[in-house]
């Protein structure tokens, strides 16, 4: 046998490739393929027979294998292997968790075991790259490094220079590492819970690695919380990666390699003992099995997806104690989507409105009422009628999600129905049962399966029955016992004894066997409720099944009885005595007959075999609620997306080009306005006035303004601006317009000393086309609401707006009338750029396709620094409070019994806050939990450090949840600290104190200090309680702030990062709710919306500019 090469590192998934027992054909099926088939001469049995070198050899192979797994797995255990497993890949990415480890041995020990894996593996590699995290992030180097002595060295340094850190924030650490393409490894090493859910983390990283030849490893160090293991363990299954759990003192120990090897080793030890067990060593050194034998050790050997065998076939039952199950019918009374309130029209019906008719005197007719296409929706009712509905987003997400939590659920149903002795039986619901096991000769080769059933059914769902009963047949009829007895552990071993003493034999005489079970064990049962027979059965019987079915359906109907049959279905063996079923019947009428009994007996039909469950009435049942959930869901969708498109076409601007067309469709026409008559401006005014004052010399004037001096020594008077001009007596109401500057000139005539004037208007002062600027925004994110944020980088303020920069007073096309002509006529150069219709003014294009090329650059700079910002604003403690703005503040928790299930996670993002917001930017701050009454941590605000910060992470670990909710009284309370300059208020429901009250009382008593009060709601549906924290913000100043659409923000922000932004329907942000995500999802649609008309635009010059060409070109070919 190959010994182990240490030097060569391959996980134990690529070691078992070429040393498992297939690849050493080491199988029982190999084994078998060595030996001769002979016929025992005393009972005609045949036999295998095998020489004892080929057995003797087989078990020296075996035993070596078993011996070189043992080697594999102590030589895993070993070194850094034991504490980090085998690192694959050439380019590694180690990313630490360093929120577990403290100060004193527990870092000096996690810092060697570090020092280890560089020093015996990592070394090894190409190229490295190091990062750890805790709330934050700290790369070692900005890029992967080529290994070499220098690099090593700084990783040790690294290593040793690692200090204690808050929070586990994995998913800013995956963020991080995943953009870094060059690796194809990634070992991720955590001691601690994560901050974020598997979900998250799991949706992140697949849509990263999508497409990718990436190698996860993950590593849970020394960590004693389950939930941490559950996470990285099931974190590594999500992403096909191997997984490697290590403790110091022993406990917990797991791992994908050791586990796969352990797995092999144990086939190879019961193949082993299996051998020792099935062949019979003969006098003459051969050895000897019979056929039947080997073949049941091999059904037994191999894994059956039919029925596990219990490891003592013949051993006492193990009675487990369980309740009385429900079929799901009955289980869907008090969790379908009825019982629990979600059925889709139940959930609409408070904003579902029936169109109306009324007769209106004025019309004399009849007229139906109209929809409002703003506020409301057409929707189809479950009775074909059509409803007015009002789409209420929030109720619609909360409730998508609540569908999805349902059909979580259902899964969860269908599991448990799909294992044990449910797979072949159902579930046995009924308190007085008879069982009814069919024996015939067909079932010779599974009556081993036959057995095995019963026993689980004994053991798992016959202890909580009153009555029960056994009865088995083939052409003849035996039960257990004459009567019903009860279930008592003593009666239930008894039966398995009997049923392990049961043979094959006869046709399948249901008949006689249903007659047996009602007329004896059921004849009191109209004094009775809840009993059921229960037929296993793997064929059609002997009788026609119109005459079951009419048997069944007399005994049956008007009495709490039911029949319920288990049909297993495998292939179709002629026993080896020759014996042929009376009847045959392929599996499908088979099926369809016992459902066709099963229906007339008002049972439930379950048919399964070694691939699975075919059919099961049980199942079926939760699946159609499922897809009716499914449904529901989709219909949402369609709401929501519809409602999204009217949004789209009635905020899209008119200009945007559709396909590839290009001449662009007009959505509005308008009928341009006449304008009303110029008046007199102020240069005619003048002219009058000089007129009326100058009568006698006008002809002079006039008749001088074609003569030219004939000396050059005429001296001229300068030029007198004319500073006072008069003005109409009535003046304008509104701000009048910029009027035109004039200049008048004064000079000598050739007649006397006449005076001649000149007066001349100047240029008129064109419109100059705006350039594009240049944006730079600060990478850092500042600490401030988006309103304030937004007053430095909006896209008005970083003068981006796509139509005030592209289409200035003097890019309006215009038509003038030629009176020669009779009729308007665009201007000479019109045709030398392309038209697009703006809010029905047609207007010139006069940018180029490069300039709109770095529109879109600049645009989708700032686009990508908002989707930014929003993903910052998602992280971290932001994601549940906000961010806190002011320096001294107090935060308020709700503590009622409305958040008992919620507690723990507020109080894990509570503790996130204290560190990451309130410690790093040195906050003085308080603590107050209210329900029926209120409960502050200290007496006033205090400084964050260290200390503090501990002490009110213990505080707030001890909070639990109970009484209602008295915002009031909390609010009075946090008012009355000294230096505050901010609330921070958290709630999940509607306070138990009127509105009015709480704004009047809150009003008053912030007349005294002026105190900010920011409302966060959390897992709040009430939509009065949100519209009161609403007001409540906007009242005092603060902001309102919900976490609701939290996980979809930030799957569309990694989308919009990582795709196309200049679609402005995929992908899209939730509707946030609070205001400065809120503020900042506005801008950024406002930003993809001319980001889209950016590049429609550019396409339209393209094409533009190539139809000049191609007619510049025809013409000239014509003139040739």
């Known amino acids: 046998m190959k010994k182990i090469e240490s030097e060569k590192v391959e996980s134990t998934e690529e070691w078992l490739r070429n040393y498992s027992l297939e690849s050493f054909q080491l199988t029982l099926e190999h084994l078998i393929n060595e030996g001769n088939i002979i016929l025992d001469s005393r009972n005609g049995v045949e036999e295998i027979e095998f020489t004892e070198e080929t057995v003797t050899n087989f078990e020296s192979r075996l035993s070596e294998v078993i011996e070189l797994y043992q080697q594999r797995i102590q030589w895993l255990l070993q070194d850094s292997r034991k504490v980090f497993g085998i690192i694959k890949g050439t380019k590694v990415g180690l990313v630490v968790d360093v929120s577990h480890i403290s100060y004193g041995p527990r870092l000096l020990d996690f810092q060697k075991d570090l020092l280890c894996l560089i020093d015996e593996q990592l070394c090894y590699k190409k190229q490295l790259y190091c990062l750890s995290f805790s709330t934050g992030i700290l790369p070692l180097w900005e890029s992967p490094k080529t290994i070499d002595v220098h690099r090593l060295h700084e990783a040790r340094q690294w290593v040793q220079q690692l200090e204690p850190g808050q929070g586990c924030n994995l998913l800013k650490a995956l963020k991080h590492v995943l953009a870094i393409k060059e690796l194809n490894s990634l070992v991720l090493t955590v001691g601690s819970c994560p901050d974020q859910s598997l979900e998250i983390l799991s949706d992140y990283a697949q849509q990263c690695m999508l497409g990718r030849k990436l190698q996860t490893h993950t590593v849970t160090y020394d960590s004693s919380n389950p939930a941490a293991l559950a996470v990285l363990k099931n974190l590594a299954g999500a992403l096909g990666g191997r997984y490697h759990c290590y403790s110091s003192k022993g406990e917990n120990f797991d791992s994908s390699d050791v586990h796969l090897l352990l797995q092999e080793c144990q086939k190879a030890k019961d193949l082993l003992k299996s051998i020792k067990q099935t062949f019979q060593k003969r006098t003459g050194g051969s050895f000897i099995s019979r056929i039947a034998d080997v073949f049941t050790e091999i059904a037994d050997t191999a894994p059956s997806s039919f029925l596990p065998k219990p490891p003592k076939h013949k051993g006492p039952l193990v009675i487990q104690t369980c309740v009385l199950p429900k079929t799901s019918k009955d289980w869907l009374k008090t969790n379908g989507l009825k019982a629990k309130k979600l059925n889709l029209y ?16 004025i019309l004399k007719k009849t007229v139906s009422s109209t929809l409002h296409e703003k506020a409301m929706m057409q929707f189809e009712w479950y009775d074909g009628t ?18 999805d939590k349902m059909i979580r659920i259902y899964e969860k149903r269908i599991d448990w129905l799909s294992v044990a002795s449910r797979r072949i039986w159902g ?38 029955k009153d009555f029960f009963n056994i009865i088995a047949f083939g052409s003849d009829i035996v039960p257990w016992q004459l009567e019903m007895v009860s279930s008592q552990p003593e009666n239930l071993q008894n039966a398995w004894r009997w049923v392990l003493s049961l043979q094959c034999k006869g046709s399948r005489n249901l008949m006689s066997a249903l007659r047996r079970a009602v007329e004896i064990d059921f004849k009191y049962k109209d004094r009775h409720k809840s009993q059921g027979l229960y037929l296993l059965t793997t064929g ?82 939760i699946v159609s609620e499922m897809e009716k959930a499914n449904n529901y869901s989709q219909k949402c969708a369609f709401l929501v997306e519809s409602l999204k498109q009217r949004s789209v076409h009635q905020s899209v601007n008119p200009f945007v080009p559709e396909g590839d067309s290009n001449v662009l469709t007009k959505k509005e026409k308008r009928r341009p306005q006449k304008l009303p008559s110029p008046k007199p401006t102020a240069l005619s005014l003048a002219r009058k006035h000089i007129k009326d004052n100058q009568s006698a010399e006008s002809n002079a004037s006039i008749g001088v303004l074609a003569w030219r ?99 200035g007073p003097g890019c309006t096309h215009q038509k003038k009338m030629v009176e020669s002509l009779h009729k308007k006529v665009s201007a000479k150069y019109c045709t030398i750029f392309p038209s697009v219709e703006i809010n029905g003014i047609v207007k010139h294009l006069q940018f180029q396709p490069k300039e709109l090329e770095m529109y879109t650059e600049q645009l989708e700079k700032v686009l990508q620094r908002y989707v930014e910002r929003i993903q910052w604003l998602l992280s971290g403690s932001r994601r549940l409070f906000g961010t806190i703005l002011e320096a001294n503040i107090c935060v308020l928790i709700d503590t009622s019994g409305s958040m008992d299930p919620y507690l723990p996670q507020v109080t894990r993002e509570l503790a ?39 002490d009110a992470v213990q505080w707030v670990s001890k909070f639990h949840a109970h009484g ?39 009003e008053r008593l912030r007349k005294k200090q002026d105190i900010k009060i920011h409302t966060i709601s959390f897992s709040c549906t009430d939509r009065g309680a949100n519209e009161f924290l609403k007001k409540l913000a906007s009242q005092t100043g603060g902001r309102y702030h919900c976490s609701f659409g939290d996980v979809d923000g930030q799957l569309a922000a990694h989308r919009m990062l990582t795709e196309e932004l200049d679609d402005e329907d995929d992908p899209v942000f939730p509707y946030f709710e609070g205001d400065d995500l809120k503020k900042l999802a506005e801008e950024v649609a406002k930003a993809r919306s001319f980001l889209k008309q950016a590049k429609s635009l550019r396409l339209l010059l393209e094409k533009w500019n190539m139809n000049q060409k191609d007619n510049s070109g025809f013409k000239k070919s014509a003139q040739d």
């Open 346 to 361: 139940q959930v609409l019906a408070p904003n579902a409105f029936s169109p109306v008719e009324a007769f209106v005197p």
């Open 386 to 403: 059509v409803k007015n509905i009002h789409v209420d987003l929030p109720v619609l997400y909360n409730y998508q999600k609540l569908l």
């Open 427 to 464: 579930s046995v619901c009924e308190r007085r049962v008879v069982i009814l096991v069919d024996v015939s000769v067909s079932n010779s080769m599974y009556i081993i399966h036959i057995q095995h059933s019963l026993r689980l059914l004994l053991e798992e769902q016959m202890s909580n």
């Open 540 to 621: 059609i019987p002997d009788q026609e099944t119109h005459t079951i079915s009419a048997y069944v359906a007399e005994v049956c109907r008007g009495f709490d009885l039911h029949l319920h049959i288990c049909l297993f279905t495998a292939m179709q063996v002629i026993d080896s005595s020759g014996i042929i079923p009376a009847r045959y019947a392929s599996p499908i009428e088979t099926a369809t007959a016992y459902k066709e009994i099963v229906q007339a007996a008002s049972g439930r039909f379950h048919w399964f075999g070694e691939e699975g469950i075919f059919e099961s009435d049980d199942i079926a049942i």
């Open 709 to 807: 001096p004939t000396s050059a020594k005429a001296e001229i008077p300068p030029a007198q601006a004319i500073k006072e001009l008069h003005q109409t007596e009535n003046k304008r109401k509104h701000k009048t317009r910029k009027q035109p500057e004039f200049s008048v000139s004064v000079f000598y005539t050739d007649k006397g000393r006449n005076v001649g004037t000149v007066y001349q208007k100047y240029a008129k002062i064109m419109a100059i086309r705006k350039s594009v600027p240049s944006v730079t925004l600060p990478k850092k994110e500042e600490i401030c609401s988006s309103k304030e944020w937004l007053t430095k980088y909006s896209i008005r303020k970083l003068k981006l707006e796509l139509p005030r920069l592209m289409f």
């Open 912 to 950: 996130s806050l204290i560190w990451e917001q309130l410690r790093k930017n040195e906050v003085r701050f308080n603590l107050l939990r209210f329900a029926e009454n209120a409960e502050s941590w200290k007496q006033c605000l205090v400084e964050a450090t260290d200390e503090t910060c501990h």
């Open 964 to 1002: 209602n909710t008295c915002i009031l009284t909390a609010l009075q309370k946090a008012l009355s600290f000294q230096d505050t300059e901010a609330l921070y208020i958290l709630t999940d429901g509607k306070p138990d104190t009127s509105y009015n009250l709480i704004l009047k009382e809150t």
